[in-house]
Each structure stands twice: as C-alpha cells, then as structure tokens.
C-alpha cells in the first residue's frame, strides 16, 4: 500500500444567501492545521450581504489565497462544484458549503489521511452532526425540521465536507448537470456523484466532522418547511429514477418507508393496522420536539402530529412525481 507524503488542496466552497453562517465557515477553514493551496467561493448570485462578508474577509487575510467568482444568475449546486473543480489549481478537491463549519483545527487532516495512507483512494467521506447547542439556536419550526438529525453524527457523502482525487473528478463528468442542473434542483447530486465515483475506484470513509449550521437567522416558517420538504422529495425521486438500482438496501429501505407507511392506509385489511402506524409515527418522527421544554409549551407543538402525517403523503407526491415525470426545468 504506497503513501502519500503531502497533497495540495482546493477547497471548492459555494455561497448562497448564507451571511448568517458564512463567516464561520471561513473561519474553521482558517483554522485547520494542514494547509490549503486555495480556497475558491462560488457565489450562486446571491441578494444578501454574503458576497461583502466574503470580500471582507479576504481583505483581512491576505496570507491565504482566496478566489471569488460571483455568478450572473442562480445556478444548481452541480453545475458550481464542476466550475469550481475546473478552476482549481491543487490536485485534490474539498467541497465545502457555506452553511457548515469545522469542529476542531483538525478536522482536515482527518479527511485527507486517507490519502496519505493509501493512494489507491481516490474520493473520502466526512462525519455530518448537528450539535444540540446549534438545534437549541433554531427557531420554532426549524428545530422540527432537524429534530431527527440533532444530536446525531451521520456517516455520508454529501459535498459539504468532502475530498476528491481533481483528475479522477473530471474524468467521470464532475457532478451530473443534465439530471441535477435546474436552479432549483438541491440534492442527490451527492448520491449520484459518489455512485459513479465506487465504480471507478475506493471510496474512503474518515473521521474528519462537519457541522451541519444550516440557516442560524430568526426568520424560518412553516412556508420554509414545505419548501425544504419538496425540494428534498424532488432529489430523492430524481435519485430512484436514475440510481435506484445501484443504491443500497439501507439507502432504499431510508428513501422508500414514508410512501410504504402511507400506503398502508389504503390498503384492505392493513388500514387499521396503517392508521395505527400513522398515529405512533406521528409523535416518534419528532420525539425531541416532544421531549424538550422550549418546544413543548410551544402553541404550535399541537399541529406537529397531524404535519407529519400531511407530509408524509406531500412528500410521496413531489417524489413520485418526480421520478415517474422527467423534469426539464433548468
């Protein structure tokens, strides 16, 4: 197993409306003990003050080499990370988002040392957790948005925090703006990515964490919970459509018991059975709302309940819409 003594990294970081979290995020890159070539920021044109947060702290740190390409109009996430990739002068790529932030000063070298130990590795995989003390910062609706994440640390490839080898990135295509391209396409670009990255080499797990800041502003609505719940259903739909038969059991069984419980409720001699399901999924998909007082004494705790169970069948519409109806928006 030949090793690799040093690698020079890009790290691919996009904006979009993220001048709450933005400046940390460049912060804990800052931070990182092992050392960056260059950081390249891909703002999706952005109407915030993201941009000047980010021009600020360039100014502020001339040591580190920080490149910003500020877009004429809002792109998907794919199509930024396949710029940012083809701009990149390191050999190594690290997407990044601008809604994350790093725990430790050594979160970097975690996600490289697979490299180091092992040049056959040609793409690594980072720790994605959402901290209570970031949950318990959330507003009312937010915090049921992610109560099921908060708390837990979750093994995946999801762009926000992970490496790959720039040439092999290339060679299959980069992130696949045909299927995941529409300005308001966001996921699945990561589950199709390190899809077609296994079949081309070894994919690497590492110990390197990111935290998941999401929006830490004070203005997220049940409007915000609905989007984020269509946007979500479209990439898992759009993911089953195309990689459906290369996903895992756990992948599908994850992606595929919402619309399973929903049915049940349709089906002769399982409604009961379904409507029971329903009612106890109601309460357990959200336990922490349930479980801490902030929330509890909350007014609006009463409309969880039936918003699950609303959702479940809004969400198995918007993903099976999409994966029987090819969307060409872009």
């Not at 460049?26 to 999706?44: A, G, M, P, T």
């Not at 049940?222 to 038969?245: F, T």
Request: aromatic residues 10%.
């Amino acid at each position: 197993m030949q090793k690799i003594e040093k690698i020079e990294i890009s790290v691919v970081m996009l904006v979009y409306n993220s001048e709450t979290t933005v400046l940390e995020s460049l912060e804990s890159i800052k931070k990182q003990d092992y050392e960056v070539k260059e950081i390249i920021v891909i703002d999706n044109h952005s109407t915030d003050n993201s941009v000047k947060i980010v021009e600020d702290f360039k100014k502020k740190n001339k040591n580190l080499e920080i490149r910003i390409i500020k877009r004429e109009k809002t792109y998907a996430v794919s199509a930024s990370y396949n710029l940012g990739a083809k701009l990149a002068r390191g050999d190594y790529l690290v997407t990044y988002h601008s809604d994350s932030s790093l725990p430790t000063n050594q979160e970097l070298r975690k996600l490289i040392l697979p490299f180091l130990e092992d040049s056959s590795v040609i793409a690594t995989g980072s720790i994605t957790i959402l901290p209570e003390d970031i949950w318990n910062k959330y507003g009312f609706w937010q915090k049921y948005v992610y109560a099921s994440a908060a708390g837990k640390e979750i093994a995946s490839g999801n762009c926000k925090f992970d490496c790959y080898k720039k040439d092999v990135f290339l060679k299959i295509g980069g992130c696949d703006e045909i299927n995941f391209g529409g300005k308001d396409q966001v996921g699945g670009e990561d589950a199709d990515l390190h899809i077609r990255l296994r079949k081309v080499g070894k994919v690497a797990s590492s110990k390197g964490k990111v935290i998941h800041l999401h929006y830490m502003g004070s203005n997220y609505s049940l409007r915000d919970v609905v989007k984020n719940k269509w946007r979500l259903s479209r990439a898992y739909g759009r993911v089953l459509r195309i990689r459906g038969k290369d996903l895992s059991a756990n992948a599908l069984l994850i992606l595929l018991t919402k619309p399973a419980l929903g049915a049940l409720l349709f089906i002769p001699y399982l409604h009961v059975f379904g409507i029971a399901l329903l009612i106890v999924y109601s309460f357990v998909y959200s336990r922490k709302m349930f479980v801490t007082p902030s929330t509890l004494m909350n007014p609006r705790i009463l409309v969880v309940p039936l918003l699950n169970i609303i959702l479940i069948y809004y969400e198995t519409f918007c993903m099976m819409r999409t994966f029987f109806v090819i969307n060409k928006d872009k």
